[in-house]
């Protein structure tokens, strides 16, 4: 063989070294792109790099930058990827820190043992969650069986981000506030789910009531089993949003308190990664807790949607009567006087509506939304209802009638308490009116809805003469404290008046 003819051989040689280089490198690389994060602990690299590689590939000096750009990928692999801006992570990858084991557990019972039974369920729970679960490559690994896993930290309000891998026949969800569930299970019709909706995908809350929106999702979101998916969870009150690989799949849909319909989501709780039969991966854990102000915004909206209008200009009285004197528009707020009072109401009448605004309480602060008010008397007793505001959990009212809380029909319904935000903190409120039928949802969360024709028994057998008149005015019945109200708008659900 002439000199000539080797140099063409080593040219071929090299040039097939080459392609084995870029095909092995993009082989990886595609991999670490669509989610499936390189699976190589560190003690293994030299084995890889033996076993996938022949030797004479080090001759190629790409072939050697390639075998550092994948080990370099598989080092990155045990680190959770950088969240977006203000997100905090949840799952560093190389522990369970911030974590516990807990399985499906109402959490009023949890909150009525003793410390000390607390600690021993906690300690039971995690030797449980040791045998059950692992981390492996930066991914924590459930083999379907055991406690969930469960935040050391109760959520409100926040943004959830998660990434999660199924394989065949897989079953699992997501628990916020420590209420099941938004559902991930395997979509295929050979994996036996069919039969509950599992052919509509992934994100829906499938422990709602049947028949109720969100319990299956809007779209079909979900990636091949085998691949990772990634959620984004909103939850806002009783609220719940989920986004699914960038997909709306559930808009805002109450999430049904599962240990007790009757009753309102929790106002906080842990979220917990639900073990159900088969393995689950997650990975890529981060939070971001919404602010009452971000809460307030979102529930209501950049703008109020069409039919609202403003009954209050934020800068004087326009369009309201009553005892204004003992009153005053402090930044854009209406503010009763310290030891002044009275109703004030709109110079408009309404039958059905929709009022939406915000208030802050003071410590111990009293006042209330009068409904279709007659214009004169007290409106808790001469109109439809008196909606109580009032900072219900102050120690001055710890012996209160349940219908005096905050957000009750003043002496005939009481409404759910927890809701209110801390003492000093803007609260949003909407509350329905229509036909006999009262409904009040506080920072999110529907605290009151009742038919005051069915009312038959009343606080200290006072009557309340006014609770079947069909319209009235809309008016603040103040107590003598500074609470504050703002962003008042008003929507006819009718056009009678």
Request: hydrophobic share 35%.
């Amino acid at each position: 063989m002439t000199a000539g003819s080797r140099h063409q051989v080593k040219l071929r040689r090299l040039k097939g070294e080459l392609q084995r280089g870029f095909t092995l490198l993009a082989s990886m690389a595609a991999d670490w792109y669509d989610g499936s994060r390189l699976k190589i602990a560190p003690s293994d690299r030299q084995t890889m790099t033996e076993a996938l590689l022949p030797k004479h590939i080090f001759r190629s000096t790409f072939a050697a930058l390639a075998i550092s750009f994948v080990l370099c990928l598989s080092a990155y692999a045990a680190e959770p990827a950088k969240p977006p801006e203000g997100f905090t992570v949840l799952f560093n990858g190389r522990d369970f820190s911030g974590w516990h084991g807990m399985g499906h557990f109402d959490l009023r019972k949890l909150a009525a043992l003793s410390d000390d039974e607390r600690a021993k369920k906690r300690a039971e729970d995690m030797q449980d969650l040791k045998q059950h679960w692992k981390i492996e490559n930066g991914e924590l690994v459930n083999d379907g069986k055991g406690v969930y896993m469960t935040t050391d930290k109760d959520y409100g309000d926040m943004e959830f981000l998660i990434e999660y891998k199924l394989i065949p026949k897989g079953d699992s969800g997501i628990y916020l506030r420590g209420t099941p569930q938004v559902q991930v299970w395997d979509f295929n019709e050979e994996a036996g789910y069919w039969k509950h909706g599992a052919d509509k995908g992934s994100g829906g809350l499938w422990n709602n009531s049947p028949e109720s929106p969100g319990k299956f999702p809007l779209v079909f979101a979900d990636r091949p089993i085998g691949f990772w998916n990634s959620f984004r969870i909103r939850q806002l009150g009783d609220k719940t949003t989920v986004w699914l690989n960038d997909k709306l799949v559930v808009d805002s849909v109450p999430l049904e308190n599962y240990y007790e319909k009757s009753q309102p989501l929790f106002a906080k709780g842990p979220i917990q990664l639900q073990t159900h039969g088969n393995e689950v991966r997650w990975r890529n854990i981060a939070i971001r807790e919404i602010s009452s102000h971000e809460a307030n915004a979102l529930l209501r909206g950049n703008n109020d949607p069409e039919g609202f209008v403003k009954v209050f200009n934020g800068q004087d009285f326009t369009g309201w009567t009553g005892p204004v004197e003992n009153y005053e528009v402090k930044d854009g707020s209406i503010v009763c006087k310290p030891g002044l009072g009275g109703t004030i109401h709109t110079k408009d009448e309404y039958d059905d509506f929709i009022v939406r605004l915000e208030f802050k309480l003071p410590p111990a602060g009293n006042n209330g939304l009068a409904i279709r008010y007659s214009g004169s008397g007290e409106p808790a007793y001469t109109g439809m209802c008196e909606l109580q505001v009032l900072d219900t959990e102050h120690p001055s009212y710890a012996k209160i009638d349940p219908r005096q809380a905050h957000g009750s029909a003043y002496g005939m319904v009481p409404a759910h308490r927890g809701y209110l935000r801390p003492t000093g903190q803007w609260n949003y409120e909407q509350a329905t009116v229509k036909g006999s039928k009262v409904k009040v949802e506080l920072n999110g969360v529907t605290i009151l809805d009742a038919d005051l024709a069915k009312v038959t028994e009343f606080m200290a057998n006072t009557p309340h003469p006014g609770k079947d008149r069909k319209s009235g005015y809309f008016g603040l019945a103040g107590h003598s404290d500074p609470v504050e109200f703002r962003n008042i708008a008003i929507k006819r659900l009718n056009s009678s008046k």
